[in-house]
């Protein structure tokens, strides 16, 4: 019994060495749930010479959180659940994405050839179609599409491998317009194939050349991006906004693009260089291998308030990985320091409110007027430009003319307003306003020449709405 | 009180509920770490958000119409409403800040323009329920709908110019200020805007200790009378019953429709110097209730 313990204490400490020397990298952060229930996922891919380390447990893993980048900052937090080889139970979805640029009909060491078999497209689908045969998990699913000056969907990812192999049938050698290859506009469309799909997506892009903009070289509009110049960082975005990491694979001879590492990175997937057939073929398996294997780690978040949570996996207390999340709140970060006097806003704002509580936005007193509802037109009152309130007084008769254009009005017995018109003056045996007109006008939409006028009436005057009000006594 | 000092009313009410609110923000989220989760915290700044914000926006009803008892209610149904709005809007508001902030925090632009984007319609979310409290409280589906957009453009634009704040003013605590008193005042604004593009009309009081008050016909029934119950309260002028009359508005494809009917056949409203029970209004029509008269007109 104690010979078998040492064996298996023996066997773990090799292990354990063994992993020291492992990689260690996320490959997605899944936040998705954190408002819900406090969790984040962590898929993470450990591999040791590109090929991915099987046989880890919980015990090999510590999650830390940080709000900074420092290393003194990083707390420790508890792993909830564990689990390997994540996607094997839901499938991955992948999107072969393949460069399909006037470059791809040379051969691996760039030369043009009249050898169709040796040109790199011809390489490119023999080893797919390999591939294809080798992924034997029946709920993964594959979809195809091709970049050049355009991207050309052939299938969204699914189950049905022989659609994907027609498919590569279809690949047609591009004209001289499609030469280009516009790699980070292709991702960003690469991305909606995955739209209505969930779980693990991947895109696995195929390329043996950099990003060329076909309306900056041609100096004319690009039919579908139009004059657009689509930059890395809009696919980085696109993918991590659907969680699709991005595998490259840098195909033959020649220069390849800056960005392309960059992308798959920041998505979390890596690149590969492949130099020939039999090497293009292992890196399809590999990658396929990498997200196979990955471990998902799920951790109680911290509550710590930062703009960007940044996250540390550390395997066997030696190797890191870190990425971010996004976590900040509505309000924002808190300040440093805090002071009481913050209550005297907070006292002043119901003091404000209790002040405009006791306001009375009802008049107490006024006198007889005439009101000018509409701003339009011009009212003249006694030959001088009138204001929208007119008083009246029981001494003097008020006299509004009729049909002149303009409201004229005057109390001034000097001031003669000619044509038709309408007095208003106090009747003492009425004790009320009286209206008198020499031609009938509307009062309360009613026409009338004559009328006792009550509070509140609405004469209607060229064109003019005036009300009639009788005032206020004071309280 | 006329309809434009009634948007500058409501401004105002929308300023002095960022002034209370601010100070209760910075106290919470000063507490942040000691929440267990972000489900909690959420809440928790949607309760006090929400109480204080419908509280405040809950007396203006209140205040306009002068009447005290309806300045209390309003204060307690706009918390109570607030508090349900608020936990609702905060929690879908941090929901779609999550979600946007994921999309956008690889985006170069993300401090400029991602960042303050995806706090802002979340800021709108927040928007909606706030201005959706009146409209709870009177039960009225116009009023709701004048809250969901109102609240919607003046949590975005208000939300928009608190996080643009941020990067012009250093203090973060000022900012936050500045901020959440624009926040209140668009809310208000937009408010205000929306009400009167949606309602059916005006009834401007003409006469009386009253004159010159404008009241928006803005849900489906608008009850007239002494009552501090009613829609339009008239208790300065004789010969108004307790509930007088109704005003019923009723909605067509591309029209509205405001009749008025009285609500106790002895005491029949006037409409252009005619007893009527019942009158479909027209534009400029004089109504008399008791010794009260209003002209109705759109705005």
Known sequence: MKIQKSILSAFLFLFSIHAWAANVRIAQIDSSTLLLNQKVKAYVSVTQGGIPFKGLTKKNFKVFESVTKKNSDYKEVPIISFKKGTDNERGINFLLLVDNSGSMYANLSGRYTGSIAQRRIAIAKRVITTFLKSVKNPRDKIGLAVFNTYYTSFSSPTGNKVEIEQALDKIKRPNKEQYYTEIYASLCMAVDEFRSIKGRKAIIILSDGRNDYYSATERKSHKVFGKKLYKYTESIKSCLQEGISVFAINFGAGRKDNYLPVIANQTGGTTFNASSESALGLMYRRIVDLIINEYQLTYKATMDPAELKHVRIRLNNRNNADRYYFSSTIFGLPVEGFSPLLILPFLLALLLLWLLSKMSFDRTKGGPALDFLDGSGTVVFNGKKGGATMPLTGSAKTVIGLGSGKTMISTDPGLKIKGDNATIAFDKTKNAYVLNATRPIKVNNKSVQTKVLQSGDVLNIEGKTIVFDKGVEEK | MSLAMRRMFLCLIGLIAGLAVWPIAETAIKFQANFNSYLFFSIFLGLVFGLFMGGFFGTSEGITLSIKRRILTGIVTGAIIGILGGIVGFLI?????????????????????????????????????????????????????????????????????????????????IARMVGLLIFGLFIGLFYSIVESKLSAGVFRVLNGRSKGKEFILNQRRVKIGKSAKNDIVINAYSNVLDEHAMLIIKEHKNDKEVSIKSLNATFPVIVNDVKKDNHTLTINDVVQIGTAKFLYRFI
């Open chain 2, 93 to 173: 508001g941090q929901a779609a800040l999550f979600l946007l902030g994921e999309i956008f925090v690889s985006s170069s632009t993300f401090k400029t323009i991602g960042f303050p984007v995806a706090r802002s319609i979340g800021w709108a979310f927040l928007g909606i329920f706030i201005g959706m409290v009146e409209g709870i409280r009177a039960k009225s589906r116009i009023k709701i709908k004048t809250g969901i957009l109102g609240g919607f453009l003046g949590g975005l634009v208000g939300g928009l110019a608190l996080e643009y704040m941020r990067l012009l003013i250093d203090d973060i605590m």
